[in-house]
T-cell receptor, first 114, second 113 residues
Framework: NAGVTQTPKFQVLKTGQSMTLQCAQDMNHNSMYWYRQDPGMGLRLIYYSASEGTTDKGEVPNGYNVSRLNKREFSLRLESAAPSQTSVYFC?????????????FGNGTRLTVT | QQQVKQSPQSLIVQKGGISIINCAYENTAFDYFPWYQQFPGKGPALLIAIRPDVSEKKEGRFTISFNKSAKQFSLHIMDSQPGDSATYFCAASKAGGYNKLIFGAGTRLAVHP
C-alpha cells in the first residue's frame, strides 16, 4: 500500500520550459489536492479536485493547470515555467463526504526553475 | 495576507521540556483546526486536530488548546523528545470546504538531547 506517489522527486527546468508533475493514490480517495511549499509561507493550495471529473482553483492557481485523469491520478502542469515557481510541490488526497478527513500527502517534488 | 499566523518560526527545546507553538486566525468561519507534522524529505502528516466546540484535546504527549474568543490555538508537546524534531504546521478550514486547508507558515522544532 503505497499511499500517495509523486513523480519525479526532483526536476530542474529552464525558464519557459513546460512539465507535468504526476500524482497517484491507491487509497480509493475521492478528493485530491496540489500544494506548494515555500520557506516562510507554509503550504498553499494551488488546485484541488473534490471528485473525479471536477477541478477548482485554490489560493495560488496562476501559471498552473491540472487534470484529474481518473479517480487515482491528478496531474499538475506548468506550461511555461518561471523562477517564481521554484518550490516543493506536494500532492495530497482525502476522503470526500467524511467531514474533515485527514489529508494524506506524498513526499513531494522539488522543482528548480533557472 | 496570511489567514493563519503561526509563531515562533523556530524553536529549540531541551529533551524532557515542553514545546509550545501558537497560531492565530481571523476568519470566524473556520471550524476545523488540525496540526500537521513534517519530517525532512517527507510530506506532512496529521498529528492532532480540534473543533471549536472543545477547548482542549489531548493525544499522548500532544495537546491542542483552543481559545475561540481570542481566535487562537496552540500545540503543546510535553516531555519533548529528539524524535519530535520536525516542522509543525497549524491549519484551518471552513465547514463544507472540501478539506481545503489554509496552513500557517510552520515552526521548525529542534529537541536537543
Amino acid at each position: 500500500n503505497a499511499g500517495v506517489t509523486q513523480t519525479p522527486k526532483f526536476q530542474v527546468l529552464k525558464t519557459g520550459q513546460s512539465m507535468t508533475l504526476q500524482c497517484a493514490q491507491d487509497m480509493n480517495h475521492n478528493s485530491m489536492y496540489w500544494y506548494r511549499q515555500d520557506p516562510g509561507m507554509g503550504l498553499r493550495l494551488i488546485y484541488y479536485s473534490a471528485s473525479e471529473g471536477t477541478t477548482d482553483k485554490g489560493e495560488v492557481p496562476n501559471g498552473y493547470n491540472v487534470s484529474r485523469l481518473n479517480k487515482r491520478e491528478f496531474s499538475l502542469r506548468l506550461e511555461s515555467a518561471a523562477p517564481s515557481q521554484t518550490s516543493v510541490y506536494f500532492c495530497a488526497s482525502s476522503e470526500q463526504g467524511q467531514m474533515n478527513s485527514p489529508l494524506h500527502f506524498g513526499n513531494g517534488t522539488r522543482l528548480t526553475v533557472t | 495576507q496570511q489567514q493563519v499566523k503561526q509563531s515562533p518560526q523556530s524553536l529549540i527545546v531541551q529533551k524532557g521540556g515542553i514545546s509550545i507553538i501558537n497560531c492565530a486566525y481571523e476568519n470566524t468561519a473556520f471550524d476545523y483546526f488540525p496540526w500537521y507534522q513534517q519530517f525532512p524529505g517527507k510530506g506532512p502528516a496529521l498529528l492532532i486536530a480540534i473543533r471549536p466546540d472543545v477547548s482542549e484535546k489531548k493525544e499522548g504527549r500532544f495537546t491542542i488548546s483552543f481559545n475561540k474568543s481570542a481566535k487562537q490555538f496552540s500545540l503543546h508537546i510535553m516531555d519533548s523528545q529528539p524524535g519530535d524534531s520536525a516542522t509543525y504546521f497549524c491549519a484551518a478550514s471552513k465547514a463544507g470546504g472540501y478539506n481545503k486547508l489554509i496552513f500557517g507558515a510552520g515552526t521548525r522544532l529542534a529537541v536537543h538531547p
